[in-house]
């Protein structure tokens, strides 16, 4: 159970925490100061509506940098950087949150750049912003004053209710403050301003992006916010769904039959881009029915099963998505052509039998949330339940956490740009929401061409969850972001390394939406062109 929450949570650390970040650096680059880095108390202006607690400098030599926290990972080649920290408070509130600053010694980009966190995990876990301080840029993130990927102790206070600081606090708050406070530092630390300012991240991280455009608009020339966690007050929720249908259905697929399905989808699928590449374009066009597979034997340990009508059922309910018991369509369902064990995953029983092992991220925002009660057992919720818990988390969080007001207007007035990859075989957050959500933009903000000037998504096509940056392929996003921003050149494709079903790398432009790409034939391969009306 742990080594699969680790892969799956590993994935949404923002930016290759646990790989090199990409060397958009290398181009374009703005001359470090002449003055020399003072590593000393930096004054802090504290933002509005907190008080500084404390600041400290102090010089870290680099070098190998551990992650902390569940996630661990480590940076390598980390150049000495001066380390300011800065604790703030909510006055009356109670809070206590940290700002974590990182600047390198020498040779610092002219950039400042922020990171993101992933699950519950308000920021980085130090090895993004080492590999960020080896790239030459001056980092910051913070903690939020809440906790590690996991840890939800700060969700009630003690009376049983909500604690909404620390939950405003994890949702948009303190990433601005984050921003107002890494700028300041960054002046008095190199007695220069930034040049430009980023922010990136990957699932939560990607979410917080999207809340700094909507929210503040001016604090980021760029953000790259990846398979964003928006819409979380409905995903959240939806990604029960697949253990909720096991439940009620009391049927456990193992995970070699759940891939079986996975695989035969894919199978089918894959050609109707024009080729036969281990890679499907669009799985929304995928109409693979998994009732096709009943009968099939598959060996899954030495033991040979057989698909049955029963798992054929289920698999057909994750893939179609969370609805209501009159049949109302809540919410995506898994990509038929995503790994279905993320959120469909089983544990063994003493007695040979299986029984669901739910993703603790959406396990934790029903049971602390909307329950308030952490010791609820969400194997109990019935069809009728869900849609009561899902319609429960719209009314109460969307305006907090739900990160879904497409309302950029401001953040195009800044002059800012917002660049999204989402894969689309996203097992935890479907792509369909992040897609959604461009079209809610284009409608409010006079149609694609025009929001194309700021703000632009790219799909990966047998990518999963955050899998661009370097867990499943790989994208400079980074590299794109920084030429829109300081040389204007808006990406028209997104050049990509892509995982076949064979596991095989493959080099491919990613198509902004709304275009998809179509093979043209052997000797000119893929190109971008208008969907298909059908």
């Not at 374009?28 to 400098?57: H, I, M, Y």
């Amino acid at each position: 159970m742990k080594r699969r929450l680790l892969t799956a949570l590993a994935a949404g650390v923002p930016l290759a925490a646990a790989v090199c970040l990409p060397t958009a650096s290398a181009e374009g680059r703005t001359p470090a100061p002449a003055t020399a880095l003072n590593c000393a108390q930096a004054p802090v202006d504290a933002p509005a509506g907190t008080e500084v607690e404390s600041v400290t400098a102090v010089r870290d030599a680099g070098g190998t940098i551990k992650g902390t926290g569940f996630l661990g990972g480590e940076a390598k080649d980390v150049p000495a950087f001066c380390k300011v920290t800065v604790a703030l408070t909510h006055p009356g509130e109670g809070d206590h949150v940290t700002i974590s600053n990182w600047l390198p010694e020498k040779g610092w980009n002219g950039r400042f750049r922020a990171l993101g966190g992933s699950a519950y995990l308000a920021g980085d876990n130090g090895v993004g912003m080492g590999n960020a301080v080896r790239s030459g840029y001056a980092a910051t993130t913070t903690d939020a004053g809440v906790g590690d990927v996991l840890d939800v102790s700060w969700a009630l206070k003690s009376d049983g209710t909500v604690n909404t600081t620390s939950l405003k606090n994890f949702s948009y708050r303190s990433q601005h403050e984050a921003a107002v406070v890494g700028k300041q530092v960054v002046a008095s630390v190199y007695a220069e301003r930034a040049a430009y300012s980023y922010f990136t991240g990957c699932s939560t991280g990607g979410r917080q992006g999207y809340a700094e455009a909507q929210r503040h608009p001016d604090d980021y020339d760029g953000i790259l916010a990846d398979a964003p966690a928006i819409n979380w007050d409905e995903f959240e929720v939806a990604t029960l769904w697949p253990q909720v249908v096991m439940n009620n259905e009391k049927t456990y697929p193992t995970g070699c039959e759940l891939d079986a399905f996975t695989n035969a989808a894919v199978k089918a699928c894959d050609k109707l881009d024009g080729a036969e590449d281990g890679l499907v374009n669009d799985p929304s066009r995928c109409d693979f029915d998994p009732r096709r597979l009943i009968g099939t034997k598959v060996v899954c340990d030495g033991k040979e099963l057989t698909i049955t009508a029963a798992d054929a059922s289920v698999v057909r309910r994750i893939w179609d998505g969370p609805r209501t018991t009159t049949g109302k369509k809540l919410w995506s369902g898994v990509p038929v052509t995503a790994d279905l064990k993320g959120l469909a995953g089983t544990t063994p029983t003493p007695d040979g039998t299986a029984v669901g092992a739910p993703f603790q991220v959406p396990q934790f925002w029903v049971t602390n949330w909307l329950k308030k009660d952490p010791s609820y057992d969400v194997t109990k919720i019935t069809y009728n339940e869900f849609t009561r818990l899902f319609k429960q988390s719209q009314a109460e969080y969307d305006k907090l956490i739900g990160t879904d007001d497409p309302d950029l207007s401001g953040f195009r007035r800044s002059g800012g740009k917002l660049l999204t990859w989402h894969g689309q075989d996203d097992q935890f957050i479907p792509a369909r929401g992040t897609v959604e959500y461009r079209e809610r933009v284009e409608r409010a903000l006079g149609g694609s061409t025009a929001v194309d000037t700021f703000y632009r998504v790219f799909l990966a096509p047998g990518t999963s969850h955050c899998g661009l940056d370097g867990q499943d392929g790989s994208a400079d996003g980074l590299a794109a972001l920084t030429a829109w921003v300081e040389h204007g050149k808006a990406p028209k494709t997104l050049p990509a390394t892509l995982i076949t079903a064979e596991g095989k790398p493959v080099e491919r432009n990613l198509c902004r939406y709304p275009e998809v790409p179509r093979h043209q034939g052997h000797a000119t391969g893929f190109r971008c062109t208008a969907p298909s009306r059908h």
